[in-house]
C-alpha cells in the first residue's frame, strides 16, 4: 500500500492487485483525511474490503463470460426473437424474422463469439437480392449483433466492418425504374386485356380502384364499409391487412405502415361505382365476411399473389413496348396513381398526403419523371405550331 497528498489537503491510498481472471495488474483506492497510523489501518482495511469486492465480481463476470462463449448464434436469436416481438407489430416481426434467418441460416449452430465480419460480408457478396433488400438486411443484423454487444455476449459487432455491394446504375435499372408506373393512356390500354371470369372481374375492379386511390394492396383489402362514406365520397383509411404472421383467410388487420399513413383519401365517382359493384357481387358472402369490401370467389380476400400474377398475365397480353411483364404488381399502381396526379397537375404535397408518403424520395422519382416528360410534351406541341 502506498498514499499521496491530494491538491484538496487529503490522501488518497493505493492498492494493486493481480486480477488472475483477466491475466493483469489493477489498482483500488480509498481517499482519507489524515496519514496517521490509525488512518493507515483504517485505508488499508477499506482496500482490502474493496479488492475482495472487485474479486468477487470479476470471478462472477469470468464466469459468466465462459458460458457465453459457449452460446451459439441460434440461442441468442431465440432469445433476441423474444425481445423484438414485445417491440413490433406482429406483421413486421415476420417479415424482419425471415430477412434474418436468411443471413444467419448458415451459422445458426456456430458460436457466437466465432461469427466473422467475413463469413456475413459472403453472404452479401453471393446474395442476389436487391441493394435496397441487402441494405435493409444489413441493418436489421446490426440490430442483433448491437443487442448481443450490449449484453456481453460478444466483444465487438462483426457487422461495423461489412460493405453491401453498392448497384451498379447500368442503363437497364435505369430504365426499369422509370418504367415501373403507368400512365393514364397505358392504364387505358391495360383495362383492354382484363380477362372476365367472376374472379378476373373483381381483380379487375380492385386493380382499377388502387390506380384511382393509390392505396397499398394491404390497405385496400382491409377497407370495410365502415370505413366509406359514399355521401362525402371519401374513404378512412385505418388499417392494413396482415398477410406475414397470418393467413388471408384470417381476416387479420393492423394499424397502417406509418403515422402518415392514417389518412382520408377522397374518391371519385368511378371509385364509388366500383365499390357499390363489389357489394351486388358480394351478396351471396357470408355474414362475418361481408363488412368487408374486395372479397375474392371463394368468399376470401382477393390474395395479393394471386393479384400479381393476374397483373403480368394481363400486361403480356397489353404488349407494352417499354415495360416487361415481370415489372408489374400491385405496387406499381401506387407509384401509378402518384404518375397520374403529377400528369392532373397536384402539388408534391398534396400527392404525399394523398398516398400517405412520409419520405419525399418516392414520390419525387415518379414526380420528377413524369414532369419531365410533360415539359418534353410541351415542346412537342410547341413544334407543331405553324404561327
Known sequence: MFFKKIDNGKYRYYEKFYDESEGKWKQVSVTLTSKTRQAQGKAKKQLEEKIEKKSLEYDEQYKLKQVFQKMTVREVYDEYKIFRKQELKDSTFAIQNVMLSNILKDILDDLIVNVTSFSIQKYFMISPNSFKYKKTQKSLINLFFKYSLKLGYIEQNPIEKVEIPKQRKDIENIQKKRTKFLSIEEMKILKQSFGNSPQEIRMNYLIEFMYLTGLRIGEALALMWENINLENKIINVKYTL????????????????????????????????????????????KKVNKSFIFLSE?????????????????????????KKPEIFSSHML?????????????????????????????????Y????????????EKLNLLDL
Open 334 to 366: 401506387r407509384h401509378s396513381h402518384v404518375s397520374l396526379l403529377t400528369e392532373l397537375g397536384v402539388p408534391i404535397k398534396v400527392i404525399m398526403e394523398r398516398v400517405g408518403h412520409r419520405d419525399e424520395k418516392t414520390t419525387l422519382q415518379i
Open 242 to 285: 396482415d398477410t406475414n404472421s397470418a393467413s388471408i383467410k384470417e381476416f387479420k388487420l393492423n394499424s397502417p405502415k406509418t403515422i402518415d399513413s392514417y389518412r382520408l383519401v377522397s374518391i371519385s365517382v368511378r371509385c364509388i361505382e366500383i365499390l357499390l359493384n363489389m357489394k351486388k357481387l358480394n351478396v351471396k358472402s
Open 298 to 322: 371463394t368468399d376470401s380476400l382477393i390474395n395479393p399473389n394471386s393479384l400479381n400474377i393476374y397483373l403480368k398475365k394481363i400486361a403480356r397480353k397489353a404488349c407494352f413496348e417499354n
Open 368 to 379: 420528377t419523371h413524369v414532369t419531365k416528360k410533360m415539359e418534353n410534351d410541351v415542346v
